[in-house]
T-cell receptor, first 118, second 111 residues
Framework: DAGVIQSPRHEVTEMGQEVTLRCKPI?????LFWYRQTMMRGLELLIY????????DSGMPEDRFSAKMPNASFSTLKIQPSEPRDSAVYFC????????????????FGDGTRLSIL | GNSVTQMEGPVTLSEEAFLTINCTYT??????LFWYVQYPGEGLQLLLK???ADDKGSNKGFEATYRKETTSFHLEKGSVQVSDSAVYFC??????????WGAGTKLIIKP
């Protein structure tokens, strides 16, 4: 089965440019999460969606960051304008909500996008 | 609020040594608990999980037991290999279906 697919795997761009990261979740999963990972701050949840609707975006660092999920099979995370401090690895993850006992379904991660802003 | 605390790394061991990575949590109710592993250059992968008190999760020789009385979920392996070198994350899932993550523990196994 295909896992979570992220693109691009690597992105290097100059500050001020717009960056768009893409994610295709596992088919049938109804939760989608965007994370950022850095050495200094570890793994941070930026935003998550349920059934394509943003539920909690309190982790989005600034208005320069935006995320959309136009349909169940695609999501984007956009940074405009980008800054060097945005350099990090960005992960997308998806999961199923479990019926009955809550919370025992794991999140499945993509391989991440390594973003470098010069 | 909910939180997860892991032992700081890096943890450096020789091949075939016994491994313990400590994880304790603070949560209301009965959260599910997880260990994820991240190999270099890859995303996080679920290693094992436990959904209720006294459950033992196991996978690839790793084990962790959900201890409600000590609010712990320590990861153990009897004999580590060089290929186990990675970063290990402990996490709990709260009632909002979000994962609350520990800071991660880097494990280095020397041949």
């Amino acid at each position: 089965d295909a896992g979570v697919i992220q693109s691009p795997r690597h992105e290097v761009t100059e500050m001020g440019q717009e960056v768009t990261l893409r994610c295709k979740p596992i088919s049938g999963h109804d939760y989608l999460f965007w994370y950022r990972q850095t050495m200094m701050r570890g793994l941070e949840l930026l935003i998550y969606f349920n059934n394509n609707v943003p539920i909690d975006d309190s982790g989005m660092p600034e208005d320069r960051f935006s995320a959309k999920m136009p349909n169940a099979s695609f999501s984007t995370l956009k940074i405009q304008p980008s800054e060097p401090r945005d350099s990090a690895v960005y992960f997308c993850a998806s999961s199923l909500r479990s019926a009955g006992t809550a919370g025992n379904q794991p999140q499945h991660f993509g391989d991440g996008t390594r973003l470098s802003i010069l | 609020g909910n939180s997860v605390t892991q032992m700081e790394g890096p943890v450096t061991l020789s091949e075939e040594a016994f491994l313990t990575i400590n994880c304790t949590y603070t949560a209301t109710g009965y959260p599910s608990l997880f260990w994820y592993v991240q190999y270099p250059g890859e995303g996080l992968q679920l290693l094992l999980k436990a959904t209720k008190a006294d459950d033992k999760g196991s996978n690839k020789g790793f084990e962790a037991t959900y201890r409600k009385e000590t609010t712990s979920f320590h990861l153990e392996k009897g004999s580590v290999q060089v290929s186990d070198s990675a970063v290990y994350f402990c996490a709990l899932k709260d009632s909002n279906y979000q994962l609350i993550w520990g800071a991660g523990t880097k494990l280095i196994i020397k041949p």
